[in-house]
């Protein structure tokens, strides 16, 4: 069945079902798009990555596409899509920033991604919009400088235990040490798995640590975490991470 990108779909855009938490991928998701100039000059090239997320681990193909002119919504910008900035390839893409600010339309596909007026999808699509300020001022997106699951340095794949999540004596405690946040701004840690549940999934980078709960369903798989850390002029950086669950 294929999907076309309707108001519909753009308003479901982050929404799981009733029982999920948000924080919890059950479909393909698109997380999170960063620019290493989240502030720039006209003329400059913008480098963006994307982050998503698909639970059963599918590739993902990525489209991009500039709206002309720039909207700060996320509908307005897809029904303002210039097809001749139409891109489908992987989660990196260039542009050149304009006038005012650039709008920039980002679809995620697990399946065969096209441009028919708008992004299709023959499977599961998720779509957003990143924008990128001019501004003759800089901002530095923050850095993950740390991150630590349990005691231990989040380097490998830990392997762990599930439980229930009522009664689970493994709250497995993972902490982000951020840095370069400058002065002023505020920031925030989003937490995101394709399994398993967060005591918090929102955090301040002044307190950013969250425990994590391998539900008893996931036994046996491994589970894909995603770590975002947004700050409040547009920068954003991310990662993530895996753990295997018993």
């Known amino acids: 069945m294929r999907h076309a990108l309707t108001l519909a779909a753009v308003l479901a855009v982050g929404c799981s079902s009733p029982f999920d938490p948000g924080s919890r991928i059950t479909r393909t998701r698109l997380l999170a798009v960063s620019a290493d100039r989240p502030f720039a000059r006209v003329g400059e090239t913008v480098t963006l990555d994307a982050l998503a997320l698909d639970p059963t681990g599918r590739p993902l193909s990525f489209g991009w596409a500039t709206c002309t002119p720039p909207s700060p919504t996320v509908a307005a910008c897809l029904a303002a899509i210039d097809p001749s900035t139409v891109t489908i390839g992987p989660a990196r893409h260039s542009i050149v920033a304009t006038a005012s600010y650039t709008g920039v339309a980002v679809a995620v596909c697990a399946g065969t991604l096209t441009f028919d007026g708008g992004f299709r999808?023959?499977?599961?699509?998720?779509?957003?919009?990143k924008r990128v300020l001019i501004r003759e001022e800089r901002n530095d997106n923050p850095t993950i400088e740390r991150l630590t699951f349990g005691d231990a340095e989040w380097s490998g794949v830990p392997v762990v235990d599930a439980c229930d999540e009522d009664d689970c004596p493994q709250k497995h405690r993972i902490r982000v040490t951020v840095g370069r946040a400058e002065a002023g701004e505020n920031a925030?840690?989003?937490?995101?798995?394709?399994?398993?549940?967060?005591?918090?999934?929102?955090?301040?980078?002044?307190?950013?640590?969250?425990?994590?709960?391998?539900?008893?369903?996931?036994?046996?798989?491994?589970?894909?975490?995603?770590?975002?850390?947004?700050?409040?002029?547009?920068?954003?950086?991310?990662?993530?991470?895996?753990?295997?669950?018993?």
Do not use: K, M
Request: proline share 3%; hydrophobic share 35%; glycine share 8%.
């Open 188 to 246: 925030i840690v989003q937490f995101y798995s394709t399994e398993g549940t967060f005591s918090s999934e929102v955090r301040t980078i002044g307190s950013p640590e969250t425990d994590w709960v391998p539900r008893r369903r996931a036994a046996g798989t491994t589970i894909t975490f995603a770590i975002v850390v947004r700050d409040d002029r547009g920068g954003v950086s991310f990662t993530t991470r895996t753990v295997r669950v018993r």
């Open 121 to 129: 999808c023959t499977d599961s699509l998720d779509v957003g919009v």
